[in-house]
């Protein structure tokens, strides 16, 4: 955040003495002033739903320049309140959640970072070219936005071009212009003693390399099913197929906030309706029924969606805890070869 807002302030302060009412802003049909102001009050928002973890709506305030405010006033106010969203990302805990729109209803820190942003780093654009001043933020700070709250954009050699034409702001070779879009902040499935947290491209990322994916795991990491299944999700981000609901879920523990384990989809569902699920916990996890509770929870998330018909599970015929796992969550056995049985849920 800190980056963002100083690359934003760095650029326009260059060019505080235009008229910023009286140029537009890029594409849009605001004034260079009124995105400044839109970027302050994005900031500020995204600040007071997090440090105030709202939980139904939007906390009913705004933002707004004082009357009189110059262009110089304008960057004051986008630094403080950027300084306050990371103040209140930094503060807050890591299970923490409030109330955004889209896609699934809320955010966590990560994810407000990440919107708050972008919010900076695309409305300096709008402003920049407005003004015709020259912008482009680090690459690495556009990656990173990208593979938490951009999941569904497969990437591209250019990061920075790839975020403009995720956003309807500039063209890429071999892809459609974008006309609509919208970023996905992680979806999480609550159960009674556990929350199903979507793992994101960045996170999964980390895990595959041996990390924690940003969460804190019982037994001092994820079983090696986990780190897999995360390396299954970085391949499908890469080539542009991942779809963030029927991917990868860190299971989390309410109590202490401890990952217990993970589960998840092998894709999205196929043309008719089927789709694939897979589980594992760490080995100090096991035999207090979290597999069985966080498999009800995310068959009936999946069967209540449009066009999902069936899923299915292979569970290795030595495996007995499994077998009862998926027996427990609804599953019949469908079928059987030589080291595994094939069990199947119909919607």
């Known amino acids: 955040m800190e980056e963002a807002v100083a690359g934003c302030v760095s650029v326009l302060r260059t060019a505080v003495d235009q008229d910023w009412d009286k140029v537009r802003a890029g594409r849009l049909e ?16 995204y600040a007071g739903q997090l440090a105030g973890r709202a939980q139904d709506a939007y906390v009913p305030f705004e933002i707004t320049f004082d009357e009189g405010t110059d262009n110089r006033g304008a960057l004051q106010v986008i630094e403080t309140t950027g300084a306050l969203l990371a103040a209140a990302v930094a503060t807050a805990p890591r299970q923490a959640r409030a109330f955004h729109p889209y896609p699934f209803r809320s955010a966590n820190r990560e994810g407000f970072a990440a919107m ?3 919010e900076v780093l695309l409305h300096t654009h709008d402003i920049a070219e407005g003004l015709g001043l020259a912008y482009e933020p680090a690459a690495e700070l556009c990656e990173d936005v990208l593979t938490r709250i951009f999941p569904q954009v497969r990437p591209g050699p250019d990061h920075w071009r790839t975020l403009l034409w995720a956003t309807g702001r500039g063209d890429l070779p071999g892809r459609a212009p974008v006309t609509e879009w919208r970023w996905s902040n992680n979806v999480v ?16 990322a ?18 090696e099913g986990t780190r897999d299944a995360a390396g299954m999700l970085v391949k499908a ?11 990868v879920f860190v299971l989390v523990r309410s109590e202490d ?25 760490v080995e100090g996890a096991r035999g207090h029924g979290y597999a069985t509770e966080s498999l009800r929870a ?23 805890p499994s077998q009862g796992v998926v027996s427990r969550a609804g599953f019949t056995r469908v079928g059987e070869d030589e080291e595994t049985y094939a069990y199947a849920l119909k919607g």
């Open 30 to 45: 605001w004034s260079c002033r009124r995105t400044a102001e839109h970027i302050a009050g994005d900031l500020i928002a």
């Open 116 to 118: 708050g942003i972008v």
């Open 189 to 204: 499935i609550p159960t009674e003693r556990l929350t199903l947290e979507g793992v994101t491209p960045a996170a999964a």
């Open 206 to 223: 980390d895990l595959a390399g041996g990390g924690t994916g940003g969460f804190e795991w019982l037994d001092g990491g994820p079983f």
């Open 237 to 247: 981000y890469q080539a542009g197929v991942h779809r963030p609901e029927w991917g």
């Open 257 to 281: 906030g401890r990952a217990v384990g993970a589960m998840g989809f092998h894709g999205a569902p196929d043309e008719e309706g089927k789709a694939e699920v897979g589980y594992d916990l």
């Open 298 to 320: 995310l068959t009936a998330w999946a069967l209540a969606k449009d066009g999902v018909s069936t899923l299915t599970a292979t569970v290795d015929r030595t495996n007995t």
